[in-house]
């Protein structure tokens, strides 16, 4: 059964629902009320930059390796979420796995342009000393998309890729195909196969859906890292999240895979204060350790 504190998650996409049948109001600001979710993990600092002209943040957690980076990309469907709403969630896994984690932000606009700027975020890590066997790479949602596309697309120019891919509820089939949208449905309170057919419209702006660079469920991804994939089991984005796993190990890639009964999208957003988050990070943690040469 899932815990009382997991309640937040679920009230968190209801109300998310509820309000998007809101007419809009032009002059009301928006606000994200993800990092709301997020208890404060402690013991990390935060330290504003920019990369290639886009806003990047780094969480160091007390004592972590300096040379070991999670390069961290936030979801939001290419329509919201940022650098700041994502803040606490990646320094909780940064802190579990005594890393230094960059996150960094990308023009929420069509195909290709955030895809350029996760790989931009990449090679600079490169350039700056950091070693590829040194990093690893996380996203949630349409950022765990990001993830596995920028290693595509990292694989194409030639550049090394990275020690390891964890992937959280991630959004990887822009055909809005799955059948978990339907068998799903009852218990999964905002993300409807109608909303996300609109931001897959949005995002994909005429490309092909199944274009491997937008939708990685289609791509060869053979060579790629080690990947570890999350997903939850009352989400309507599960059935893709399993299909992945089930790609990625035919084409020979080291993965997991672990579905959280009763858990929605995303649900490690409420590290810090659920069990179940807290222990899907302890997850990722023990697993990528290793994958980075860490004791």
């Known amino acids: 059964m899932a815990s009382k504190e997991s309640q937040v998650v679920r009230d968190h996409w209801t109300r998310g629902a509820e309000e998007a049948q809101r007419p809009a109001d032009p002059t009301e600001k928006k606000i994200d009320h993800w990092g709301d979710l997020t208890g404060e993990p402690g013991g990390v600092d935060y330290l504003e930059i920019e ?22 990309v936030h979801g939001g469907g290419n329509v919201s979420g940022s650098i700041y709403t994502h803040r606490k969630l990646f320094a909780h896994l940064a802190k579990a796995v005594g890393a230094r984690a960059l996150l960094t ?5 069509p195909h290709p342009e955030p895809l350029d700027d996760t790989v931009t975020a990449y090679r600079w890590l490169l350039d700056q000393g950091v070693r590829p066997e040194h990093i690893a790479l996380v996203g949630d949602s349409f950022g765990g998309g990001l993830s596995l596309t920028s290693m595509l697309r990292a694989r194409e120019l030639g550049l090394p890729t990275a020690a390891a891919i964890m992937l959280i509820s991630p959004w990887v089939d822009m055909t809005v195909g799955n059948q978990t949208f339907e068998t799903n449905d009852a218990t999964d309170p905002f993300f409807k196969k109608q909303t996300v057919q609109w931001l897959a419209d949005k995002f994909l702006n005429g490309v092909d859906p199944k274009e491997p660079l937008v939708s990685p469920l289609y791509a060869d991804l053979r060579g790629l890292p080690p990947v570890f994939v999350q997903v939850g089991g009352d989400e309507t984005l599960v ?10 190990r035919k084409a020979g890639v080291d993965t997991q895979l672990e579905v959280f009964p009763e858990q929605l999208h995303t649900f490690q957003m409420a590290a810090g204060y659920a069990p179940e988050s807290d222990d899907a990070i302890a997850k990722f943690a023990a697993w990528v350790r290793p ?5």
Request: hydrophobic share 50%; net charge neutral.
């Open 51 to 72: 990369v290639a002209g886009l806003p990047a943040m780094w969480a160091v957690p007390k004592g972590a390796a300096h040379d070991r980076v999670l390069l961290s």
């Open 105 to 109: 932000e990308y023009r929420q606009r």
């Open 291 to 295: 994958r980075l040469g860490l004791a």
């Open 239 to 248: 059935g893709e999240g399993v299909e992945l796993a089930e790609t990625a």
